[in-house]
Structure formats: C-alpha cells, structure tokens
C-alpha cells in the first residue's frame, strides 16, 4: 500500500534486465512511496536475461515478456494489466514501445532524451493515446525539492527579469577511450543507438531541461561549438553552447564527459535584474539565493516552506538532513534482512547491536553523572 | 520482490501512526530495497489512531492491534505471521515491546536510543529471544556509505594509531521554549518519557555512537557538563563532553539543540598518527582523508571500490550522484502516480512532458546543426 | 630597505590621486616586500588634487607634478631620479604615459587593459624604450602563488593534452543603472575613456589573461556574445565567448558585471586528457587538482613546494595561513600607530593590550592546573 | 610616508634575525600601510647574525645592537632614537625586553603569549611605563575585519544572550617528533623558552584571545585535559578544555599540534539565543550569520559597511577580493625590481609584459566584432 494510504498502480517495464544502472534506478523510484508495484516486464531483447531478471524480481512467468508489443497487446487484455509502463531503453528503443503502450491505453514513464531520433520524436508527439494515457518523460532533477523552490522564485518575480542563465554539467568518466569494455559507455558513443549526438544528448539535455524548467524561458537560437575529444569517438564528449533566449535573456550551458575530476557536476546559476540563485546537484539540499545588495542566503530543502508547497515539492524528512538519510536508513533494513534470512555474513559486526544499545544507555547515564559531580571523569556503570 | 531477488520478509510496526515522523521513515527505508513487506501494527496505543493508520498502510483489519503483546502473541501464532518488528515509539516504550518480541520469537528492529533507564537496558540485555530472534537498533548514520568505508580505513591502520577524535552534532530547533506546541518535542523534553537525558539522549547518542563506529575504541571514561539553557527545560539542551579512550586516545564530544544556524550537523574527525579524516553528514556523500604531509583527498561515496566492499556498503548509484538522486526520481513516480489517478492536479505543470521531449530533440539537433555550421545562431526546427 | 637587503627602487606614480582605488592597490604592492620607494608622482590631471595628494604621499614639492610629460623629462634628469613609474589612470590614458616614461628610459609598470585602442596598443609595442626600459602589466591574478603553480602544472605534462578551458568572473556591482554617481562606475562605462569594450576590457581581459597565463594555448578563434542588460548603458556588461584555441583545445569564458550575488567570482578549470585543475579567486589558497580515476586533491599555497619554486611563486607565510593574515597583523600596527600619535579613538579597546596577555597567561596556568588535577573545574588565579 | 598622510613611526626589533618566520611577518605587517620605519635592532643574541640581519635590513651600523638593554638606553638617549619596538623574540624573552623599552618611554608591541610563566606576566603588568608608553600584544586574528564585526554584532546585541562558545585551533605540523630538527619547533616543544605550555600556548591562546575579543565574555573556570601524543614530547601538543562564562554561557576549546590534515583551522562559533555566527580562519573573508528561524546568511569583508566602521574594521579593499590579493600584487611588483635590478633570471616569462597587453587587446576587439556579427567565429586581427 501507498504511504498516503492509495492503492498501488500495476507497473510494468521494458529494458531494466539484469546489470542495467536506469531500470534499477526507476525500480526503486516506483518503491520508495509505494505508488506502484510492478508486475510485469519485457526487461531484455534477449529472452533469457529477460526471462532470468524477471523471475529476480518476482514476476509472474507469464507476464514475463521478450517483445514489447506482445506485452503491450496482452497487458492490455487482462483485468489485472499494467496500468502503466517503464521504459528504461537505450534512446533509439524508446519510441517504438512508447508508442505501443500510449496506443494500447497504458500510462508511459519514459526515460529521456525522448529519442535518438528528431522524426521520432515528432511522430511520437502525433501518437493518439488510447483512453487518455498519460507521459512522464524522467528528467529526474526537476525532482529535486530545491529545483522545484528555483522554479517557484522565478515564477514569483523575485528574481526580476531574467537576464543570464549559467548551466553546465561535466563529468569525466569518457575521458579515456573505454567505450567498448564498458556496458554504459558503448550505446551512448554509438550514433545507432543514441542519435546524432553524445554528451549533449546524454547530459546537454538534462542542462538544457533544468535551465528551461526553472526560468520558464523560451529559447530563440543556440551557438554550439560541439567536439568528439577522445580519438576515434564518433559522438560528440564536450558540449559548448551560447543560448539567446526570447526576451532578451542570455546563457551559456557546458557540458562534457571529459572534464577530469568533475563526477556528476550539474549546476544551474540564474541571474535576474533584483536576484540570482545558484544550485549544484552534487550538494542538492542547499541553494544560494542573493538579492541585489543584500548577502547571500542558503536556502535548504524545506527549510521554511509551508505543508502544501512541501509536498508539491517533493520534501520527504525535515530540514538539515540530507535526502540520502533515507537510503542510509534503508542500508540497515537491507543489511538486517540478510542476516535475518541466514545470508548476512558480509555484514556481521557492521549493524548496530543490543550492546551498543546497552552502551549508548551507559554513556548518557555516565555522562549525566559526571555533570552532576561538577565534570567529575566518570567510567561507565560506575 | 525484493530488488535482490529474494521473498521479502513480513513486517509488523509498534508506534508510527498518522502524523509520527521516524515510523514514517522506517517504512521507507522498508521499501527502498524491496526486503520487507508491512503486514501488521500496534501503530497507536489510542485505538482509534490505530485503526485509521493501519488502513492507510493497507493493514489487513484482523492485523491491526491496539496493544503491542497481543500483537506479538497472535502474530507468532499465525502461520503467515511477521517475522520481524519495528519498533518506534517514544524512548520509555522500547522495552516493553523489544522484550515482548524477542521472547515471541521475532526479529526486532529497535529506534534509538535503546531504552529510557539504564535498567531497562540492562534487563533487555537479559532477555533470551526465541529462536535466535535478532536484533538491530537503528543508529541509522552507521549507515552511510563512507562512514563505512571511515571505519574500513581505521581497522586498516592506514590512520595509524588514533590520538584524537572529534564528535559533535548541533541542532537548533529547541533553541526556543515551543516545547508544548510541537509533537515531536514534547516527548523528548520530558524526562518520564524520555530518561534522564534531553539532548544527550536524542542526537548525543548518535554522535557517542559514530565515535565508537568508526573507531572501534572503548571508552575509558567522560567528562561532561550538561545544560539546560532555555528557561523551564527540564532536560539537557545542550552537551559538552570530554572523553578518554582505552590505549590513550583522546576525545571532545558537543552536542546541541541550541545552537541557532545548525539544522543537523552530525561531524566526525578522526586524526591517527598517520593520517585524519572528516565527515559532516550535511554533505554525506564526501569525506577528507589526509596522510601526514600530503595533500587533502576527498573520498567520494563509491568512489574508488571494489563491488563487494561497495555492497558492504550500502552503495546504490554511482559515485557522483547524491543519494537524494533516488528521491528526487521517486518524486516524479509518485506525482506521476497522483496525477494517473486523476488527482494530480497540485503536480500539473511540475512534471517533465512528451513535449519537454521533443523540445529536448529540437535543442540536441539545432545544437548538433550550429556546431556543424561553424557555431551559426540556430533556431530550433530551422 | 627592501626585506632580501636590496635598496629600493625609486618610483614615481601617474593617476592615483586621493579617493583611486587601483594607485593605492598599487602603492601597497610596491611597499609589502619593501622593493620600491615612492618619490615622485602625477597623482591627477587636476593641479590641485595632484598637489594635494602628493603632498598626503610624502612627495617632496618639486617632485609633485600635473603633467606627466613634464614629469618623465625632469625625473630622466635628476641624478635621484625615478627608476620606475607606475601608471594607474583610466584605460584611455595608459598610452601617453607609457610611451613617455618608456622613451625617458624609465621602467613602466602599467595597469590592464594595455590601452584603449587596438591601435594605441599596436603604437605602444613599436615604442623604443630608452636604455632597455622595461615594462609590466598588472594582470595580478598571475601573481597567486597557486596560479604559478597551475601554469607549472600544465607545463610539466602532468594534465596531460589540454581540451577543455573554462574561465570566468562574474560581479554584481552593475547590476543597476549607477553610473553616474560612482566614480569606479562611470569611466569603465563610457566608451571614450574605456574604449570598445566594457565588462569584457575591464574583467573579461583577466579572465582570458589567466586562461592564457597558465595554459601557454594560444588562441585560434573566438566566437561572442556581448550584451549591455542595463537600460541605457553603452558598453557591455555580460560577456559569453567560446574560444578555440590552436592544437584543438575549446574554452568558454563568461564575464558578469550583472550576475547578482558574485563579488569577484574568477575562477579558472582546466582539463587535460589526464588531469584537472580547479582554482576560484574568493579562496586564492586553495586549487583542486584531480588525476583520472583518483581521488580529487586539494592543493594549499605552499603547501609541498621546495624553497626555490616557493619563491618564484611568491609564497611569504607558511601554508594554512590565508595571505590576508599579513594584512590581519597590519592592522594592529596601523591602528595601535594612531594610538601612539593620539589619534586611536575609534581604536580604543579594539586592541589587544598588556592585560589581555595577563589573562592569557591565566588562561594557560589555570588549564595546565586543571590539567593536572584530573580536570577538576579551576579559576583564574586558584 | 604613511598612505592617511602621516610621518612614520620610528621603529626597533627585538629578535628577528635571518630565518626567523614571526620577525618577518611583523616587518612587512609595520610596512602595508607605511605607518613605521625600522631604524633599529637588536635582531639576536649572538652578535654576528645580529649584525648580518641588521645589515640586510639597512640599519646603520650604530643602531644595529646585541643587547636589548644597550638598545633601549641608547635609542631613548637619541633625539631620532626609536619611538616604537617590536619584541619577537622566544616566549621566554619576552619580559626582559618588554620591561625595559616601557621604563624607557618607548612603546612596546610584543608577539603573544605574553611571557612564559605567569610571575613574568604579573611583574610585567606591574611595570610603571616612563611617559605612558604604550603596550600592544599581537593576537593578530583579531585584526581580521570580520572578527571585528562579529565583536560587532555581539555587542549590538543581535546574536541575544550568549549561550555557547566553540573554539578550535587545529594544526598538524609536530605530528612526528621533527622537534630537533626545526628551528619553530625546538623552542616551543621546550618548557625553558616556551614556559609550562606547549601547544595551549601557541595556539590555544589564540583561539581563546579570539573567543573572549568577540564575545566580550568573562571566564568563570576552566576543565581541561592537555596531553602530549608523541613520544618523548615534553610539553602538551593537544588540548582540551571545557569553559564556563559569567552568566551561564558555556563553551569548548581544541587546540591540537597533531590533528593529521590540518594546517591552521582556527575557527570560531558564537550561539546566542537569537542568532549565531561561524568563521574559520582559512577563509577568513566570509563568516556565516544566522538568525533563528531565517536562512543562513553568508557574510563578506566588507560587504555592507559604512566608511567609518571599515575604517576600524581594517577593510582595505573592496567585498569580493580576498586579502591576499594585495600579496598577489606585490608578488609582481617585487619580482618585477629583481627583473629591473638585472637579478629576475628566476621570473623571467612569469610576469604579463606588453606583449599580453596587445594580445589583451586584440582579444576584446576579436570579440567586439565577433559579436557585432552574430558570434562569427574570429581570428585575432582579422
């Protein structure tokens, strides 16, 4: 059951087999409030990884699918179907069961960029959705709670006119020509499966996305200088780009997976005529906001927000912890259930015990002590 | 299913009903992983409460009890009954039902800190479980990836012998006498419900803890001078310690619900002989490691780790992504979900769409087509 | 006499006239190491404010001049002569003085941009200096001890085949139409003394100056776009530029003078096929620096440099010291010098004094005396 | 002549000789802003150094002394004797010279701590100085503008009552046992010539001076635990106290020699019961400032503050460049005078010359012009 007390919606997915970085992602995004459970998957072309990882994750065997547009078909005939879909694809594999399921009345969640192609993209736009299924493409730092408060100041006019828009997002992991060995790396330098560009479709586009979320500007035109820097590489690894949007405003957006040093370094830096606001993902619960003369501020996620914009955005725990406290907490959920289950060995010794409670208990009561006895030192059980 | 494959262990919850912050992340943390199914609850002990929270969780009518023993007495007895319990009422109502678990023979997941008196720890200490039924208190930084690999790096030596270590964790939300007004402060203010520790008890524990984690040192004795700053408290607001290890370390420890500008600033610095490292769990996803006369290395979570030290771990996404990554994409799901169940309408407009996509395309193209052009000023579709 | 045991240089000014910002910038450069003695000026073109502020510099009558052509002749022949001069007035006034002091056989020592005209600058470089005068430009960012150490990083190969340059500086202190009340303001936006460029002659040029200074890249190309945000204002105040550089390399470089909430935000990343450096203007001290596949390392001034390279690189206090700290210690001699004149009122009780010594031999005794009592609480004097 | 247009002061030096840190940092601290001249010394108690110091430093040879109490008889018998000496020496040394330039009517600026035992510092505060000679003691952090306005900010009552006070001053430099070997080390590591305090009086007086300067508090007592980590070490190289104030205010204070990955972190944390302020020494330009409830705010040197309070706070320079940029200037200046001195073999290509002056300007006209025709891609000089 959902946290907010709703009934789970039937979730199925395509792509996400075993080894894959997105469809676990998606998986556990569907989990963490409950609103979904899934069901269903054609989660790989080949039929035995998809049959293999669907049985990992608890499918039934005949909703363990190896085509999509059999699973849409299907899905779509039973009481009990899908209510709506995943696709965790490389990009040239979106639109195909994008389509299917929009047409077969199945909710999509789509990961981006839409597709590696711009025909497909158009032609998906002309899809008809049966019943009115609905699309959610996952740019998933809109998520963000503070990206969320971004977008809210602009809107308010607090910044005033929008004048310079700074995005960037480096990485450095394509630095070396590894594109073969690694799994990650070899769809998204292959123009077959990732369309015409690399970095900027890859990265640029999340960039791209948050700038135009957050200041609600339209672009006029960009100037783009883009460049495949490792020998060999076909697609482009660093993204320069000047951006003029309507209105007046100016920006810049950089992007590049051969920034050494640079992890996942997304930042989005919004300068108006009365304020600016700067914001990197790598520390996402905070944001710098400035009013012209006055100091900086740093805002948190939830810091003074009211229940109704809190939940609109998306914030989960109070203010000061990081969002990461969750998954923190889940470690020692996950970690207890294996040794639950007689399988923990590689966690014996890491999980808090009953003695370290027993402790814990001594060191408040050995401390109260000693302060009571003027900072006496004071052993424990003394 | 959990995401490793494996039936998901059945859950039961004492405390935790509509409106109680901590149940409301042990579920959670429940769910991210897959690994546990909540299935029954003694959510309350006001019955009405009890009944209404255990109907949002989706509880079973015949699985929500009012009273924690004969929850634990009729769970055991069912054939389908939990295998594990949460619980996360105030500090004084830990032992009656950790006790009450354990010798029905079920698995207990214990909030911090472990009981209100030091007898009670003692007694619980004491306590033979059924069939070897186990026992976490969920000291949940344990749980952060590198405070992990914080504690690998001392057990290694790589730090040498350990001369210093320094805790602390201000906090500032008590720093005014609201204690009536808020659910969540009142209890921790009273001493019939709390024990005899305010602020050492809540968030003093956790940084004792955190020491002893990483550090693996035995505490020798203390020396403390606690406070209680605002006017009427009756607990502790604030916590100066000074602490002896056994073999000669040395330690301060400061904790604070006083401290105006500190949200949750859990910190830890750990200096050896040979090397130091600092963690603030405001940014947990980075950590200083020094060797004596190098310069400063920041670890990032996942940085550098082998696949089995990074499942010890508790790592889930590369480095680079923080851990509200997760979230922020659950964000999506979850609002996606409200608005497919036609209740969306606070999220409309907030959620990447197919046409956010095309746009995506229609800026990677115009990119691609500018840097093709010498950086011509491009207009989208041009 | 200078600190290494050299007699000053005699040095003249032309501009900085009481209420410049830049010719006291450039006096107390001159004074720090003690190298230079100022001795001569034409402090303003106003006869008045010249003599006035000389006379407020020390400068003897008859080397107090309001034309500096007048004082290039009469300076080259005097015995006692100045030997170097530093020209401090707006940009448009560079050339005339330099030229002067250059054909005197005087040393010139002259603000950024050079001039402000291309053609003033091309006139300038055919100048023949008299007796092998020689010539400084202030771009004084080169002068961070981290900067020499990022350009001797580059030059020893260790980042590698340099790719990807970003380099910029964004302010705030134009982000409204003051320009005329504001004395800074006004002349760096008015083309007649500025010359073509705004923002970008007056931080852009050190931006790419840094750029260039520890690269060694020579441009190719660049590709820009400048923009004036400020209603009425005639020179740029927004810069956004994608430079290429020959051998490959590609750059961005973006300078602000409206970006709401920076002070003086220069900051240069550079990125090699092996290596990344990372360096921000507001903490000088401090330089990331990340090989491929390692740990990111902060690098301190000083920090592991051997006493030659120290030199070059113009360390002057140990590392961990800010270099504010000379300036720290400065102020309580300048402050306690007015005392000694009688003149200290607004510096009554800021001071440290004898007393406070005493206190802090207190302070140590009491805490040796606790110390050595098993901590016992322990008052001054006890 | 002094930059407000003053004569300088006539000043002398005890200690400081050739190799010693502290003599040179006050030298250049006398020299910033022109308000003293060095004219005498007695740089070190073995004569030949004495006089080779002196030497370097342009002493005549009259004034350069062996014996603190010959310099303070002559110096005071001449009509241009020293009006102002600087006592640098040893904290053993301290009293003798300090006594005998206050008896002479000569004012006394003396390096902390005060003396090396507190019968020194007592007799020293009994000494009747001829001619109200005056005493500064340079705990030189509070010449930071910042801590100044934190001072500020606490006496306006804005921080409201005081409750906590954390201070900490860790370094790592007598990590190992290099004592014999390092001249700064030696005598600090000694009892003779430090007195009966290692590190607590090296740096923990810092940081207590600079808690006690912004709070204003008075202490009531002190529980301390000083230990000696290394082996053989006589004197404390850790230190740990608790603190207590009038009027209920609490604090802690760390002070550490041995604290691996820190070189100078001084820092300060002041919590009253309206706000808090947070400054750190290594970036010694920003100090956070809280109010509760609102957002933290990041306050800047300078950033709002009218002329007169700048003036007592020391800014020299406007918001947004950090301190060292005067240094950064100077650093040109001074290896500029070797290059004109014909000694610059060393700094030959790092200094900007004319030639990056025209390039400067070639840069702002290609760009000019490149975005006069729509970010045309444009070669310098084109």
Redesign the interface.
């Known amino acids: 059951?959902?946290?907010?007390?709703?009934?789970p919606?039937r979730l199925g997915m395509v792509g996400g087999g075993t080894g894959a970085?997105i469809g676990?992602?998606?998986?556990?995004?569907?989990?963490?409030?409950?609103?979904?459970q899934?069901v269903a998957g054609a989660l790989s072309s080949r039929p035995e990884v998809a049959r293999e990882s669907g049985?990992?994750?608890?499918?039934a065997d005949d909703r363990i699918y190896t085509d999509y547009e059999e699973m849409a078909r299907a899905e779509a005939a039973r009481e009990d179907g899908i209510?709506?879909v995943s696709i965790v694809t490389p990009n040239h594999m979106h639109f195909g069961p994008a389509k299917a399921f929009l047409e077969a009345g199945i909710?999509v969640?789509?990961d981006?960029?839409?597709?590696s192609?711009?025909e497909?993209?158009?032609a998906?736009?002309k899809v008809q959705p049966k019943n009115g299924a609905?699309?959610?493409?996952?740019?998933?730092?809109?998520?963000?709670?503070l990206i969320?408060q971004a977008r809210e100041l602009v809107a308010s006019g607090v910044?005033g006119k929008i004048?310079?828009v700074?995005a960037e997002y480096p990485?450095?992991w394509l630095?070396?020509p590894t594109d073969d060995d690694n799994k990650q790396a070899s769809w998204r330098t292959d123009p077959a499966r990732s369309?015409?560009?690399g970095c900027?479709?890859d990265i640029?586009?999340h960039a791209?996305?948050l700038a135009?979320?957050v200041t609600g500007l339209k672009?006029?035109?960009?100037?783009?200088?883009?460049?495949a820097?490792v020998p060999g590489r076909k697609l482009?690894d660093?993204?320069?780009?000047?951006l003029?949007f309507e209105g007046?405003a100016?920006?810049?957006l950089?992007a590049?997976q051969?920034?050494?040093?640079?992890?996942?370094?997304l930042q989005l830096?919004v300068?108006?005529?009365?304020?600016?606001?700067?914001w990197r993902?790598?520390?996402?619960?905070y944001m710098?906001?400035?009013?012209?003369?006055?100091?900086?501020?740093?805002?948190?996620r939830g810091?003074?927000i009211d229940g109704?914009a809190a939940?609109?955005m998306?914030v989960?725990?109070?203010?000061?912890?990081?969002?990461?406290?969750?998954?923190?907490?889940?470690?020692?959920?996950?970690?207890?259930?294996a040794?639950?289950?007689g399988e923990g060995a590689?966690?014996e010794g890491?999980?808090?015990?009953?003695?370290?409670?027993?402790?814990?208990?001594?060191?408040?009561?050995?401390?109260?002590k000693?302060?009571q006895n003027?900072?006496?030192?004071?052993?424990?059980g003394e």
């Open positions: 059951m959902a946290e907010n007390g709703k009934r919606i970085f676990y992602v998606h998986r556990v995004a569907a989990r963490i409030d409950g609103d979904f899934l049985k990992n994750l608890g499918l209510e709506a909710h969640i789509c981006k960029p839409l597709t192609t711009i497909d993209a158009y998906l736009q609905k699309f959610l493409l996952t740019h998933n730092y809109t998520g963000y709670p969320r910044l004048r310079v700074q990485q450095d630095t070396e369309g015409a560009g900027i479709g640029g586009t791209y996305n135009r979320y672009t006029e035109a960009v100037s783009a200088d883009l460049t820097f482009d660093n993204v320069h780009i000047m003029r007046g100016k920006g810049m950089w590049s051969v920034a050494v040093g640079c992890e996942n370094g830096r300068y108006g005529d009365k304020a600016g606001i700067e993902q790598d520390n996402p619960n710098w906001f400035t009013e012209f003369g006055k100091p900086k501020q740093l805002l948190t810091g003074a109704n939940n609109a998306g989960r725990i109070p203010a000061g912890h990081p969002e990461g406290y969750l998954e923190a907490f889940a470690t020692l959920y996950s970690q207890f259930a040794i639950v289950r590689d966690y890491l999980l808090p015990t009953l003695d370290d409670g027993v402790e814990g208990m001594e060191f408040i009561m050995a401390s109260v000693s302060s003027d900072s006496k030192w004071t052993r424990f």
